[in-house]
């Protein structure tokens, strides 16, 4: 497991043992609670971590941060809680969604935030989906569905910016990590990928490319070991901004792995990349 994975689920865990310490004062009922409930009345947190664990850390926590959210909006509610024995109602799932939308949320947001409450319902053995839930998520579909703007982008880098990076990684006079952490920026933007994605690709499952028949390294590309869905792969140019930039993908191999082994690649008949055999 990796260190930004690791933080991430002891932080989804911080967050979701004081969720279930919250439904527990609001009264919601939690199957949850008999696994375990100490004789003393404290929590088995080991155990608890094993029934409430995430597939992935980074979803996790997402949940876990949108379903405080809600608790955080309702404590803030100086109305008295309905009697209802729904938790949906007495939690005020409902009206949450419409508050966050007349706020002017994310159009993805509330259906999130169901997701979320969902997931929660089936951590923790209460059920989600009773009361005015129903009316929640026709909310949610058609917050979503008046989603035509279409995605907004983050600003694109400037080539001065990506000529900078080039130049910190092969520059002998930077220390080590301002090279490598420079030389990885410049190789998300030129693979257009996320830190992330790197992340899932270390270097042992990295290989060079160059055209048939040739011997000049024209780029590097993934061999991912794992993946949101599937591995993720990606292919980056060694081309710089500049002529005097087009060492830096090199350079940031040899810094990060101190050697260098050339692995012969091919292009197929249809434009794909592949190892030769």
């Known amino acids: 497991m990796g260190e930004k994975e690791s933080k991430d689920l002891a932080r989804y865990h911080e967050i979701t043992m ?46 876990a941060r949108l379903m405080m959210n809600l608790l955080m909006w309702g404590e803030k509610d100086e109305r008295p809680p309905p009697e209802d024995a729904v938790a949906c109602n007495r939690l005020g799932v409902l009206e949450y969604v419409e508050s966050i939308m007349q706020e002017g949320c994310g159009c993805h947001t509330p259906h999130a935030v169901l997701l979320a409450w969902d997931f929660y319902g089936k951590a923790f053995g209460f059920s989600p989906h009773g009361g005015h839930f129903g009316r929640a998520k026709r909310l949610a579909s058609k917050c979503t569905s008046q989603n035509v703007g279409g995605r907004v982008g983050a600003p694109l880098f400037s080539r001065e910016f990506m000529d900078a990076l080039e130049c910190m990684t092969l520059d002998p006079f930077l220390n080590l990590g301002a090279r490598v952490a420079a030389g990885k920026l410049r190789l998300c933007i030129q693979s257009s990928t996320r830190y992330d994605d790197l992340l899932n690709t270390p270097l042992r499952a990295w290989e060079w490319v160059r055209k048939r028949g040739e011997l000049d390294i024209i780029a590097v590309r993934s061999k991912a070991v794992r993946g949101k869905n599937r591995p993720r792969l990606w292919i980056a140019s060694t081309m710089g901004v500049t002529p005097s930039g087009d060492a830096w993908l090199k350079t940031l191999v040899e810094l990060s792995s101190g050697c260098m082994v050339t692995i012969g690649s091919k292009m197929t008949t249809r434009g794909n990349w592949c190892p030769e055999m």
């Open 18 to 63: 004081a969720i279930f310490g919250k439904l527990r004062r609001a009264g919601i009922e939690m199957d949850l609670l008999e696994l375990v409930k100490k004789e003393d009345g404290s929590i088995n947190e080991d155990r608890f971590s094993i029934h409430t664990a995430p597939n992935k850390a980074s979803t996790g926590l997402r949940y």
